[in-house]
């Protein structure tokens, strides 16, 4: 069993930043998969962010303006978001091995 809790999220104006978080527990692994989704309303879950051992990815939409860091000693899972534009709005999800969190709302106003 995993259990997965989204926090940070909110309303930002465009050009600040937020840090969204995942805590991750129950049978979790260094080795597992952890990425960041997200998914507009009235569009599908696309990548944000992934990364793995071999290393990080990043979508071309958050390139130079996001950061995926991870803690696997507390398990914890970061998205550095920064000058942040009203089309990053979205419900954004943690994943983790095969785990989905249930999203946190990340709103940029203009």
């Known amino acids: 069993q995993v259990r997965l809790v989204e926090s940070g999220g909110g309303l930002v104006q465009a050009g600040g930043s937020l840090r969204i978080s995942c805590s991750a527990s129950?049978?979790?692994?260094?080795?597992?998969?952890v990425g960041w989704f997200r998914q507009a309303p009235g569009k599908e879950r696309i990548l944000v962010a992934a990364?793995?051992?071999?290393?990080?990815i990043y979508a071309d939409f958050v390139k130079g303006r996001f950061t995926l860091s991870r803690d696997n000693v507390d398990n914890i899972l970061y998205l550095q978001m920064n000058d942040l534009k009203p089309e990053d709005t979205a419900l954004y999800y943690c994943?983790?091995?095969?785990?989905w969190g249930p999203g946190i709302q990340v709103t940029v106003s203009s």
């Open positions: 129950g049978s979790i692994s260094s080795a597992d998969v």
């Open positions: 994943s983790w091995g095969d785990h």
């Open positions: 990364s793995a051992r071999v290393g990080t």
